[in-house]
């Protein structure tokens, strides 16, 4: 079986290929029949983390979106802010998708009372349509503004203090609502800690740019 | 890589293989990564189609789970009622699904106002939860009773005429809940009469039953 050809759309702008790549390798490790290419955006170290850096990242992902798509079999905006992800819908002629969308639906296929760990001020938007009633909190881990401050040790903390809450708001599953909790490893941390279901949002957005990606293989065309 | 070795448990009664394997042969063509093997539950020729059938079938779907599962790496009840699945969750020790609760979560995915088709009274009770304010409208293809039914070319014409419908009144995507609607192969059908997607049900239960085996290899656990 050919492999898929995914891009990764990474909005933390580095040059550090190790920290680039990072996305890629564990969606390649969770799901061996994908290859994936990683580039980044520029000019945005600290990635997406309000709404002005959302709006200003937008425009760059849709430029690298439309010159990168031809070697491509899908793309994914590696961000669970979805950023660009409609815009790009009606733009590229491959499947496109972002983070925060498959992991709130994927979320649901776990469990119904869903609890939400992000860095913004509130959930991110596609969490709150997707989730609507079914979502019974939200948290963001203390002192957390940036995706760079969920790799430190104060950082982890407060991540395992969010999902706990969570857990005693009665939640029966937690959804991610920041790729940089996949790359602090969250889920393996927040196993020790509580017993509920996390969902990784690199972990879904993988699954369900593999479905979207069969779906169109099997039943053909841009809309079936 | 090895192949998924997933239980396909059918809830409509038949000792035609064609008739039998129909699901399990969907799976394995959309998903090359798994192989399945396919058994039927005693005495209900016409499947689960209301209330009575649903719970009759509950206790021999649990039978059969329980002596089938060693052999399995995951089990799907390949059925949109998700009959017995929460049970089987506290019983079995490999992952369980339905079709109704991928179908409903997989929907969201593609897009937010959900209508569904079915052959019950209303939707299944998954896809109201899932769903929540997100369902826009529920159609039972006129005449179509069970799951037979919706195979004959009058049943197909209505199956249609629900799907056109739901689109009318707005739905972004339209998700089958009953997979009888897949062995009718009613996707491709409905591609020609209406322009959004459709979400077929074995699609999706094979997609979210990956899913949850990868996510298990992944991140172990019985929880996480």
Known sequence: MDKLKLGVLRVLTTDDENILNIHGELLEKYFPEVKTETKCIPDQPNGIYDDESHKIAVPKIISLAK????????????????????????????????????????????????GVIGIGKKAPQSYIEVLGNNLIGYEKPHNVKNTNDLQ????????????????????????????????????????????????????????????????RKVFGGDNL
């Open 67 to 114: 010159r990168w798509q031809e070697s491509l079999d899908g793309l994914i905006i590696s961000c669970a802010g979805d950023p660009a992800v409609e815009e790009l819908k009606g733009i590229l002629s491959i499947p496109v998708t972002g983070a925060g969308t498959p992991t709130a639906a994927y979320s649901l296929n776990i469990g119904k009372k869903v």
């Open 152 to 215: 430190t040790k104060e950082g982890k903390k407060e991540i395992i203090r969010s999902a706990q809450k969570l857990e005693e708001k009665g939640g029966q599953v937690i959804a991610f609502a920041c790729t940089g909790l996949s790359t602090a490893k969250a889920s393996l941390l927040l196993k020790e800690h509580i017993s509920i279901q996390v969902i990784d949002a690199v972990f879904a957005e993988g699954l369900m740019m593999i479905g979207m990606c069969r779906y």
